[in-house]
């Protein structure tokens, strides 16, 4: 894909796995600056590592950073501000989703799940807003889920703080369209990664592959197209909104779920 943002300048939140990783790298093939933040150490030093070896000519920046605490994400922004001078592509992917119905959902964790929604949102945006007030291709695209529109019982507060967002998103999209800043989002079915990886580890029958278990879960969850999506298919979608490629597009949410859309 020919994305027009080589040499120009991303920021990744949540980079250090699945999704998030598979965007840092797919903005590094296409010749972009990178900077990318995750919680844990550890992980954010195996992903930069990675990275690294993979594209040795790489501007790359791995950074330590909570996207729910407001100082540390200015801190963040001001770090990228210094080392590349500014921001064109703001990527908002840091997160996970929590199982469970309403009776087992407890207070605290409908504020956390509002929490991370949102603000894991709204510091980014503030804090890199007027980096990207400066640049002629500016984008931030939003990781969200299917569960925006399409809630499911056993992921209630998850689908209720998606929904939310996405409504966020749009609004932000004509707020920001005047200052030529660009707002989209997709929306996610079911993808490979971190958060699947740890329930495939928690699996009944330790025997089972994974190619078996997560094509046991499509069949089951109805996926038209029989199987999860892969983060560099997310990663794809996510570039091309983010890039000057979706220069007319703003406030839009783009389906990557496999055809797990059932709605109109
Ligand atoms: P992973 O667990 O593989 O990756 C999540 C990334 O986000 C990690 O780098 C993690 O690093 C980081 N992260 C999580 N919380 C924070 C935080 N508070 N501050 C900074 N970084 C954070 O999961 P996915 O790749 O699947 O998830 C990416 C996004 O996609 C999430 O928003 C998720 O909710 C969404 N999504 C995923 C779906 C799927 O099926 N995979 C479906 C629908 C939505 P660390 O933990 O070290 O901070």
Redesign the pocket.
């Known amino acids: 894909m020919h994305s027009q943002l080589s040499q120009r300048i991303a920021v990744v ?8 990783l598979a965007t840092v790298r797919l903005l590094l093939a296409e010749g972009a600056k990178v900077a990318f ?4 150490h550890d ?2 030093a195996t992903a930069e590592q990675q990275l690294k070896q993979a594209f040795p000519q790489a501007d790359l920046l791995a950074l330590s ?4 605490n407001e100082e540390q994400v200015h801190h963040f922004a001001q770090q990228v501000q210094q080392h590349f001078g500014g921001v064109d592509v703001l990527i908002n ?5 929590f199982v469970a119905h309403f009776d087992d959902t407890p207070s605290e964790r409908w504020l956390l799940e509002a929490q ?1 929604k949102l603000f ?1 949102v709204i510091y980014p945006v503030q804090a890199f807003m007027s980096a990207l007030q400066a640049s002629d291709i500016a984008s931030i695209t939003c ?1 969200n ?1 299917l569960l925006a529109l399409q809630p499911e019982p056993h992921m209630i507060a998850t689908s209720a703080a998606r929904a939310a967002l996405l409504n966020m998103t749009l609004t932000l999209a004509h707020e920001l369209a005047p200052k030529n800043i660009r707002v989209n989002s997709i929306l ?1 079915g ?2 490979d ?4 990886r740890r329930r495939y580890a928690e699996r009944s029958d330790p025997q089972q592959s994974w190619a078996s278990w997560s094509s046991e879960l499509a069949q089951r969850r109805g996926i038209p197209l029989g199987r999860l999506g892969q ?1 560099e298919e997310a990663a794809q979608a996510l570039l091309f909104l983010a890039s000057p490629l979706a220069a007319f597009t703003t406030g839009a949410a783009l389906d990557v779920s496999g055809g797990y859309n059932r709605h109109l």
């Open positions: 939140t949540g980079g250090s796995s699945g999704i998030g933040c995750g919680r844990d992980r954010l950073c909570d996207v729910l992917n840091a997160g996970q989703g991370l894991g990781v889920s996610l079911m993808v990664s971190g958060q699947w983060p």
